[in-house]
């Protein structure tokens, strides 16, 4: 406590010491200014009643040229220290004769503020002694002011013409003030040709007139009938007892008046034309992004002159005692500058008010956040490595610091006291000339430091390079901010001229392709610049010149050598490393040949600093202009799309449209729910729970809302489109008009689509397409709705008035609606009459496709994949004749073939269809027919036949002709299931009965066939002969012999019967009786013989019936060895088929929505799932 007692004691002790120190200096002020009036006012007593010398006196003093001659030159250097001793040398010498030579010295005198009063006591010496020195100086001094007349040469410097007249007019008024000279009208005419108004047509005259009535009227307040400002009586009365008139103060106070009123409205005018000027500068700005060196040069010398002008009224105003001329704002016009300033207030007010210039703090604190490398590093690794730079830095800062007060106190001095501004500007030359001196000697110590410098380098040089080259490199490896900041300091530590060279070089050949190494980069040479400031130049003067080059060889390579340079560039200047008129520079190239490259390399600057060069005040209005120049070459050039993209890019990235902030849509919680299931939470292990939640909803309040959503597949994943769905079908089991209401919309949206034919709804249609895909694969529709679809998206808008609008020759986007509807669902449809019909269509798409001429690469592609998929052995046609004349030959077989079924319906029979003919006619030639149609793409479908997917009710069509069908299509291979196909015997997928009918053969046809079929035989009998004879079997087969003429059918049947000699035909017709062969054995000799028993005989009958099970045994074999290879498949493959629900999709449900009781199965084709959210499911396999 006592410590802090003394403290505070010894606190308020100091306190007391400083304000009395005050008040004694103040007191000492007083009385020194007290004492300076009193001398003037002895001494204008003594000039008014001077006690001159009598000759007598002056004869006794020295004459002599010689020593008169040395005392008028030291009249033209009078100053302080002089005062004295010129004084004694005065009173020493008779200057009778020599007073006119005094007086032009005295004149010629450059005198400072500071020598005004020791001349001013001189005159008065001089005025003491010699009675014609007055008028003769009074004349001297006046010639100063005379135009023409001056002492100085006519090529003399202005300024020093002005700060003479300065002085001699202060000289003036101080030896009016002592009583040198009495008259104060001396005055009146330097006033009158001061403020003459012809002198206003010269700038230079009006500036140098108003600071010298400024001063006038500072110094002789007075004489202007001002009030005095100080309030002491001494120097009122001082003033008091000069020989002024009043009508001579209204003139000086009119005269100035006049002129201040004058010069208010010169500065007006001025300030009207630099207006002007701005104005015309901003539409040179808008138009070509950059002003003219005149234009800038132009405005620079008016603005300039503006604010001299505007300053030297202020203060004319204020000697005055009035207030300074306000002129009007000018903040919507445009301030070409030095960068250093504001363009635009306004533009910077609103851009520092509406957006910061970074745009968070983690961007901000990496630009701007710089490691102090004086905090981590000895200074004398930083400030000493070098010892020349870091020394020529330092002093040259330190000389712009020193000599920026000096011209500040230039410039307050003349303001506040322009008098001595002459002096000043003197002492400062003299200043200059010995600085000079000082540098000349400095420099020659730094070259020696220099050398020692050097010669120690040298030394560790070998040392330091390994390190070196470690450091560089580590380089690539520095990806973020505290890597390279370490790698920054570390370097420190190697410093060194050359080796600056060299990290200088290795950041300037940084990969073309690791562009993201350039921020921090750039933060390096930031962190360095501010101790090294030869980094930056290194490193910007090289990548100038590489910009320079590339620009200029105008070719189309290195383009991302150029990406690579002008981003770096963009780094340098958000770390405000480059100059923003470097940047405007490469920019301004760019906009200047607007193409190939130079627009990449354009939209990649502004890309990289155009955001920030845009918000930062000093480059707003420029880099609005910039931008706007960019957009009207986007609309005039004929730019690609690419080009187009990445102009719009750059440009909205650094100019973001205005816009209001978005209003979030209010939803009812229930519908937050349902999005949320759908958008959020679905996926393959959640689509159960979905399923769950969404059956448990209040569905007469949410069902339109759901089915809203269930539309919006466009908004989620692609690749979840497909359960969607599966949901769809699992809702339809519980809500059948839900599934209606969705393929309706579906199908509608497809249908608006392709009348709006808009660019914005693509990716929409795309996903309607997969979504319709996706309902046939779950069985929600049938294929003829996928058939009619496909159908309209090909002919839709042709043929009208509008088929350049709603599908344009060069549109291939309904090409890729068909492709994504195709490998959604299109695998399908391989067999029955779907695989006619996707056959018949393949060849109308093709027709389609070669109308749209050549097709982009990534459609082509995606065609290739679709054909490989679906059909790889089909033709693709080359040429619109091809596929058309394709198209006839198929409508001519449907024609045919449709003849074919309404003949063959007269000879159908009601009660059992008849075996199926021989296919040898066709095979006559070796060549089949159907086989070939099908192959490309022809489609065997009879009029009036129907393809329903999803018949409701029980079918008709007994199981033991469905696995006969089924086992007869995988045995015997693609001629049999083409057999199938044109008699229309259905498959598994088409679960229809139909009757067999008898196919017209051409017995020319037949005659060929059986004359070879017997050569081949009779060739076969011929080369057994000389078989071994075996053991006779007991069941012997039929002979080949037995086949002879008409009864040879292909596909006849032969029973055998228990005893091996009973045979049966049933391709005899409807007959009582059937015929019978009967096989005997003569020797070696086989032999048949025919007979006829009746139809309903014990022998016919058990021979049927034994046929028939060894038949069905067959056929369950074949299916379950099928069944069997087809599971294995799927196991290993996937089987090429959608899974339902959970396993990803997959045709599924039971068509027309039947369902099977317990674990009944049907049919071979199908297999069961059980869901346990959706009920009972089936997939069908493909």
Request: charged content about 30%.
């Amino acid at each position: 406590m006592e410590h802090a007692d003394d403290g505070s004691g010894e606190h308020h002790d100091k306190h007391e010491d400083d304000a009395k120190h005050d008040d004694e200096e103040a007191v000492a002020r007083l009385e020194e200014f007290k004492k300076s009036i009193e001398a003037k006012m002895a001494l204008r007593q003594s000039n008014l009643n001077p006690e001159r010398p009598d000759s007598g006196f002056l004869r006794t003093l020295d004459s002599s040229i010689r020593r008169n001659t040395a005392v008028i030159k030291k009249l033209k250097q009078i100053n302080e220290e002089q005062r004295e001793s010129l004084m004694d040398e005065l009173r020493s010498v008779n200057l009778s004769k020599f007073v006119s030579e005094a007086v032009t010295a005295i004149c010629d005198a450059k005198l400072k503020s500071a020598d005004i009063q020791p001349a001013v006591q001189i005159c008065s010496l001089l005025h003491q002694r010699y009675k014609d020195f007055a008028p003769s100086l009074v004349q001297g001094l006046l010639k100063v002011f005379v135009p023409g007349k001056s002492t100085e040469d006519i090529d003399a410097d202005k300024n020093s013409r002005a700060m003479k007249k300065r002085s001699t007019l202060k000289l003036l008024l101080e030896i009016y003030f002592v009583g040198v000279v009495e008259d104060c009208g001396i005055f009146t005419n330097i006033i009158k040709d001061l403020t003459n108004s012809e002198h206003l047509k010269d700038r230079d005259t009006t500036q140098t007139n108003l600071s010298l009535l400024t001063s006038f009227a500072r110094q002789g307040r007075y004489l202007l009938g001002l009030p005095l400002t100080g309030q002491d009586i001494l120097e009122q009365q001082f003033f008091k007892g000069l020989n002024i008139t009043a009508d001579q103060k209204k003139f000086f106070r009119k005269a100035f008046q006049a002129y201040y009123d004058v010069v208010v409205e010169l500065l007006q005018a001025e300030h009207a034309s630099l207006r002007q000027m701005e104005h015309e500068n901003a539409k040179i700005l808008n138009a070509k992004g950059e002003l003219s060196e005149e234009n800038a040069s132009s405005y620079e010398k008016l603005r300039k002159s503006y604010d001299l002008l505007s300053r030297s009224i202020s203060s004319f105003a204020e000697a005055l005692d009035m207030q300074p001329p306000v002129m009007p704002e000018d903040g919507h016009t445009t301030r070409v500058t030095s960068g250093e300033e504001s363009s635009s207030p306004v533009a910077s007010k609103e851009s520092s008010s509406v957006e910061p210039l970074w745009d968070d703090e983690d961007t901000k604190a990496f630009y701007e956040n710089l490691p102090d490398l004086r905090a981590f590093v000895p200074a004398v690794l930083l400030g000493e490595a070098d010892p020349k730079s870091s020394e020529q830095s330092s002093k040259s800062q330190e000389s712009s610091t020193d000599a920026a007060p000096d011209a500040d106190k230039v410039h307050i001095s003349i303001q506040e006291n322009p008098e001595v501004s002459a002096d000043s500007g003197i002492a400062m030359e003299d200043k200059d000339c010995k600085d000079k001196e000082e540098k000349d000697k400095e420099k020659g110590k730094e070259k020696d430091t220099e050398r020692k410098g050097e010669s120690e380098k040298d030394k560790t040089k070998g040392v330091d390079g390994t390190h070196l080259e470690a450091l560089l490199h580590r380089l690539p490896s520095c990806v973020n901010r505290d890597l390279i900041d370490q790698l920054t300091v570390e370097f420190c530590y190697l410093n060194s001229k050359s080796s600056r060279k060299k990290l200088m070089r290795a950041l300037f050949n940084v990969p073309r392709t690791s562009l993201e190494l350039l921020p921090h980069y750039s933060r390096m040479v930031a962190t360095l610049s501010t101790c090294m400031k030869d980094v930056s130049t290194m490193l910007l003067q090289l990548l100038e010149e590489e910009f320079n080059n590339l620009i200029n060889k105008k070719d189309q390579m290195n383009i991302e050598t150029k990406i690579r340079n002008i981003r770096f560039i963009g780094e340098l200047c958000k770390f405000k490393i480059a100059p923003a008129s470097l940047v405007f520079s490469c920019l301004k190239a760019c906009l200047d040949d607007f193409t190939h490259h130079n627009i990449d390399v354009a939209c990649n600057l502004l890309e990289t600093c155009g955001r920030f060069l845009y918000r930062s005040p000093e480059t707003t209005v420029r880099m609005s202009n910039m931008l706007e120049i960019l957009m009207r070459l986007k609309n005039v050039k004929n730019l690609d799309p690419r080009q187009s993209t990445l102009v719009e890019n750059a440009y909205y990235l650094c100019k973001p449209p205005e816009r209001s902030a978005r209003v979030s849509k209010v939803r009812a919680p229930l519908h937050q729910y349902i999005r949320k299931l759908l958008f959020s939470d679905l996926d393959k292990s959640s689509i159960e729970q979905v399923m769950r939640q969404l059956r448990k909803l209040p569905w007469s309040e949410c069902e339109s809302y759901l089915l809203k959503c269930f539309l919006k597949v466009h908004k989620g994943k692609y690749g979840q489109i497909h359960l969607i769905a599966s949901l769809t079908a699992g809702l339809s089991r519980y809500h059948d008009d839900f599934a209606v209401a969705v393929v309706d919309e579906v199908l509608e949206e497809i249908r608006r689509g392709l009348e709006l034919n808009e660019y914005g709804m693509q990716q929409q249609r795309i996903a309607f397409m997969r979504f319709l895909g996706e309902l046939y694969n779950y069985e929600l529709i049938d294929s003829s709705v996928i058939f009619d679809t496909l159908y309209l998206i090909l002919a839709f808008g042709h043929g009208t008035s509008e088929q350049d609008t709603l599908d344009p020759p060069e549109d291939c986007f309904r090409i890729r609606m068909v492709i994504t509807l195709l490998e959604t669902c299109g695998h399908y449809f391989d067999r029955g009459s779907s695989k006619r019909k996707l056959d018949r269509f393949l060849i109308h798409f093709q027709r389609y496709i070669l109308s749209k001429g050549v097709l982009p690469l990534d459609i082509e592609f995606d065609l290739q994949d679709l054909f490989v998929e679906l059909r790889p052995n089909m033709t693709r046609y080359s040429s619109f004749e091809e596929v058309s004349a394709a198209l006839i030959e198929l409508e001519e077989l449907e024609r045919r073939v449709t003849t074919e079924k309404i003949h063959n319906e007269k000879y159908s029979d009601s009660e059992k269809p008849p075996a199926r003919t021989s296919s040898g006619a066709a095979m006559a030639n070796g060549k089949n027919l159907a086989n070939g149609i099908d192959e490309n793409g022809a489609v065997h479908e009879e009029v009036g036949e129907t393809d329903s997917d999803s018949g409701s009710g029980t079918f008709e069509h007994s199981e033991h002709e469905d696995e006969e069908t089924d086992g007869e299509n995988q045995d015997e291979g693609e001629s049999e299931d083409d057999y199938d196909d044109r008699v229309d015997q259905g498959s598994d997928e088409d679960e229809v009965h139909v009757r067999q009918k008898v196919a017209e053969v051409d017995p020319v046809e037949e005659a060929d066939f059986d004359r070879e079929f017997r050569a081949l035989m009779q060739e076969s009998l011929e080369s057994r002969k000389l078989e071994l004879r075996s053991r006779p079997t007991i069941n012997m087969t039929i002979p080949m012999n037995v086949f002879e003429g008409s009864n040879k059918e292909h596909h006849g049947r032969g029973l055998e019967g228990d005893s091996g000699g009973e045979t049966t035909d049933d391709g005899s017709g409807g007959n009582k009786e059937v015929r019978v062969k009967v096989l005997v054995k003569r020797g070696n000799k086989q032999q048949t013989k025919q007979m006829y028993i009746p139809r309903d005989c014990s022998l016919v009958q058990s021979t049927k019936q034994k046929e028939a099970a060894e038949l069905e045994e067959k056929q369950d074999i074949k299916r379950l060895v099928l069944e069997y290879n087809d599971r294995e498949e799927e196991e290993l493959n996937g089987g090429g088929m959608q899974q339902p629900l959970n396993q990803g999709g997959g045709r599924v449900g039971n068509r027309g929505g039947n369902s099977w009781e317990g674990g009944q199965q049907r049919s071979s084709r199908h297999r069961q799932i059980y869901h346990s959210g959706a009920g009972m499911y089936y997939g069908r396999r493909r």
